[in-house]
């Protein structure tokens, strides 16, 4: 786990004057209570770091709610498992800007990672293979479905084996950005139950200039096996969705088109 940084301000300052910018320890599986990450959230501050003393999996029982600006919660890839006890939420950005989530397998969510009216510039996984954020096996895998959910970044991300759609944008979600052209930035949905990726425009509210790059849809993620969406690798669909990019994608293996 990532405890390197914390042994190094623990070493080197009072605990006293950890006020700012904390580390914060996950110290217990448990879904909620002293040590929880359900606490860890509840409790935190602007700019705070949440980290996990040790691998677990965490049986979540309801949504897990981040409301300040600038929280990281920081995992290794896959050493931290939230699931869930039915499809609810999994970890909601609640109107929140220059937050991060890295390094989490999230199981059973309806979706995994939601973002609400003016969740912007967050970043979901990173360049680091720890980093890497998995969402699998609940509803759907990733939605932004309020206005103002705009430019928030996503790299190093893993959709499959959802019921529903594995990327859902709608209702205005804008200006976001989905892998960077890398192999280690790559974002992979495929295995879904219904479509790969979804833009839609239903409230009048335009969906547009969203960016993908280099992301697999309908594939492994070597981009050489088909593991195909049961539906489409990705849909358009309003008068609303406009200008938005798929670059250097892999889209094949599919149910329909």
Not at 69 to 79: A, H, K, Q, S, T
């Amino acid at each position: 786990m990532r405890l390197s940084r914390l042994l190094n301000i623990v070493g080197a300052l009072p605990l006293l004057a950890l006020s700012a910018n904390a580390q914060v320890l996950v110290t217990t599986p448990a879904n909620a209570g002293p040590g929880s990450l359900r606490e860890a959230v509840a409790t935190a501050t602007v700019g705070d770091t949440i980290v996990f003393v040790a691998p677990m999996t965490i049986n979540l029982t309801s949504s897990i709610i981040v409301g300040v600006n600038g929280l990281v919660i920081e995992g290794c890839y896959p050493d931290v498992r939230l699931n869930a006890s039915g499809l609810f939420p999994g970890i909601e950005l609640s109107g929140v800007t220059g937050c991060k989530v890295r390094g989490l397998v999230m199981e059973g969510f309806n979706p995994a990672l939601g973002f609400t009216t003016g969740a912007n510039g967050n970043l979901i996984g990173g360049l680091n293979p720890c980093d890497r954020v998995e969402a699998r096996l609940g509803g759907m895998g990733i939605a932004l479905s309020d206005p103002g959910t705009d430019a928030n970044v996503f790299l190093n991300v893993k959709v499959h084996q959802n019921l529903y759609n594995g990327i859902y944008l709608r209702n205005g979600a804008s200006h976001n950005q989905f892998g960077d052209g890398s192999l280690a930035g790559t974002v992979n949905s495929h295995n879904n139950g219904m479509n790969g990726v979804v833009l839609e425009d239903i409230t009048g509210a335009s969906v547009l200039q969203n960016h993908f790059d280099g992301c697999l849809i309908g594939t492994d993620m070597s981009g050489m096996a088909g593991t195909g969406n049961a539906l489409s690798g990705v849909v358009l669909d309003g008068a609303g969705v406009i200008d938005n990019v798929f670059r250097e994608c892999v889209i094949s293996g599919n149910g329909t088109n």
